[in-house]
């Protein structure tokens, strides 16, 4: 191999260039100088094509070298106070100058020009690399697009990303569907039914889930659960489910807030395929509407005196039929049967049981303390003609009751007294103070202790204490202890 020349050694290390340091203030202030050539060589009309403009070191200005240094000049400036003003703005030959601003925006160069950006930095030390694109961690399967129904199900009980609009065939949606099913997952099975519900007619979506009998009763909860009554009631129309399509329909009423309105919504309900029980009940409740229309009309009218001294607190209308049964009775007792406000016509049209009117009737009575009307209501006579009471709910009842309402102690002892069980009675006696029963009750169990604590608890001198007395004094009568 040859010695390689004298003066090749210089060509190759030499250059006309020189090289950018912080610590050389000339060529610094040379820098600031080439800046102020450049931004004036800007305002220079560009499209000029023969007129170039080059720095003071000879470089084109908007080349990659005078880019570097202006970024470097720019840097160092901005740690420095001041620098010498620059009056004047000689202008230079453009020889040499392969650039111009025109040709370096539109990335092109005159023939014979510098090299390009990339073969000017092809050194290693300021070569820059585009980032890599990483591949997928997955294979093509990994598109939600591609995947079978049994993957996509898959997908969805893990939670991970999956799309169903691929599915566009009816085979492909039943598939998917029985897949569905074939894994017990009711959120996957209610996902799948509502992509059928949107890609599928009515007709078509309900003749494919009468073979499918679990997919069938997610559906039919779906749209019970999102309130979808109209729906539901042709899926059930269609099923041949006439009693349930019915009921769905008649629940309807609910949503329908003016009374006039739903009253007539009711009444339309007669005539759908009820069972027996059903359609008693759905007559029921339009009668009972119907008839509370009526008495609330009227009772918003009346001035009579129990509504002035016990106003109305609220409507009667939508109430249940116990709830209109105690109004009746509060405000509308002792009217005739023939008046749809009556207790008793109340009772007949609506078959209510004598337990329960008796309960609703002696409520709304005593709370009015009106103790006639509830002696009435116990009032039985046999066929010679006398008179006695007689309770079906047991008078144990009947006297908390009274007593809630606050009855007097002679009210009270009158059917403590009437109580069969002799245990019932006592407890009942000295629970509400009836010393009179107490007194009476411990004389026929010949109870002589008893009678004397239970003295203890009473006035001196009172009647009660007195009886207690005469009874311990009395020698006929034969005690057990």
């Not at 990483?134 to 995947?147: A, I, Q």
């Not at 065939?169 to 996957?188: F, R």
């Not at 009820?274 to 009972?288: E, G, I, K, R, W």
């Amino acid at each position: 191999m040859t010695r390689a020349k004298p003066e090749d050694d210089e060509y190759w290390n030499s250059s006309k260039f020189k090289a950018f340091t912080f610590d050389d203030e000339d060529d610094e202030f040379s820098q600031l100088k080439e800046s102020k050539r450049a931004v004036n060589s800007i305002l220079v009309d560009e499209d000029e094509d023969d007129v170039e403009r080059v720095s003071w070191s000879g470089e084109p200005v908007g080349s990659i070298s005078w880019s570097v240094k202006e970024t470097a000049s720019s840097i160092r400036s901005g740690s420095e106070q001041s620098f010498p003003k620059i009056d004047t703005t000689p202008s230079l030959s453009k020889q040499g100058s392969g650039y111009s601003l025109s040709s370096l925006f539109k990335a092109k160069s005159k023939p014979g020009a510098f090299q390009s950006f990339s073969e000017s930095f092809s050194d290693t030390s300021f070569r820059t690399y585009a980032p890599e694109l990483r591949k997928p961690k997955s294979d093509g399967k990994d598109f939600v697009s591609d995947l079978s129904p049994e993957e996509t199900v898959r997908r969805m009980q893990k939670g991970r990303p999956f799309s169903l609009e691929k599915f566009r065939s009816l085979q492909d949606k039943l598939l998917l569907l029985d897949e569905a099913v074939a894994v017990y997952d009711g959120n996957v099975i209610t996902a799948v039914l509502i992509f059928l519900k949107k890609s599928l007619s009515k007709e078509i979506l309900f003749r494919e889930l009468m073979a499918r009998d679990v997919a069938l009763r997610h559906y039919v909860h779906y749209l019970k659960e999102m309130g979808e009554q109209k729906l539901l009631v042709e899926l059930l129309k269609a099923l041949g489910r006439t009693e349930d399509m019915a009921l769905m329909h008649y629940k309807e009423h609910l949503n329908i807030k003016d009374e006039g309105r739903r009253r007539d919504f009711l009444k339309s309900c007669l005539s759908l395929p009820f069972s027996q029980d059903d359609a008693t009940h759905v007559q029921d409740h339009y009668t009972l509407l119907e008839r509370q229309i009526i008495i609330e009309a009227s009772d918003k009218k009346a001035d009579a005196e129990i509504f002035k001294k016990f106003p109305r607190k609220a409507s009667i209308l939508n109430m249940p039929i116990i709830t209109t049964l105690y109004y009746s009775c509060f405000y509308h007792y002792g009217e005739s049967e023939g008046t749809f406000s009556s207790p008793s016509n109340i009772r007949k049209t609506f078959r209510i049981s004598e337990k329960q009117y008796i309960l609703t009737a002696l409520g709304a009575r005593a709370k009015l303390k009106s103790w006639f009307d509830v002696d009435s209501l116990f009032n039985t006579k046999n066929w010679l003609g006398y008179t006695k009471k007689k309770s079906p709910i047991g008078f144990h009842r009947v006297v908390d009751i009274l007593h809630k309402n606050s009855a007097p102690v002679q009210v009270l002892q009158e059917y403590v007294n009437l109580i069969d069980d002799p245990d019932l009675k006592l407890s009942g006696a000295l629970k509400y103070k009836c010393h009179d029963v107490v007194i009476n009750t411990y004389r026929d169990l010949k109870d002589r202790q008893q009678l004397i604590v239970y003295r203890e608890k009473l006035e001196r001198d009172s009647p009660e204490y007195r009886k207690i007395q005469e009874l311990l004094n009395n020698v006929q009568i034969r005690w057990k202890n």
